[in-house]
Nanobody, 124 residues
């Protein structure tokens, strides 16, 4: 069972992308979901997380005001709308499931069901 991220691509600075995170083999209605990213030579870092019912949302300071996380449990999918993209947003983006429905942690080590990520490249 895993979560598959998609929707990445190459955009110019200031552009937008919407990433999707789709579950395969299980449902996510009772899971907090997190978006993470990893740039070359850097550790994986949290971008944004959302509780199972969407009432608790976390954004890293680096993306506040630019990114919006949302979910549609009926479609078993979580989204990450990314606006005003910057070159420093360039990374492979992953989604993963948290340890339950409440958003109690944003540490990547506490999440599982990782799938292949999607590359986001922002050109200057």
């Amino acid at each position: 069972v895993q979560l598959q991220a998609s929707g990445g691509g190459l955009v110019q600075t200031g552009g937008s992308l919407t990433l999707s995170c789709a579950a395969s083999g299980f449902t996510i209605y009772d899971k907090a979901i997190g978006w993470f990213r990893q740039a070359p030579g850097k550790e994986r870092e949290v971008v944004s997380c959302i509780s199972s019912v969407g009432d608790n949302i976390y954004y890293d300071d680096s993306v506040k005001g630019r990114f919006t996380i949302s979910r549609n449990n009926a479609k078993n999918t979580v989204y990450l709308q990314m606006n005003s993209l910057k070159p420093e947003d360039t990374a492979v983006y992953y989604c993963a499931a948290g340890p339950g429905g409440l958003l109690i942690t944003t540490h990547p080590a506490e999440f599982d069901s990782w799938g292949q990520g999607t590359q986001v490249t922002v050109s200057s």
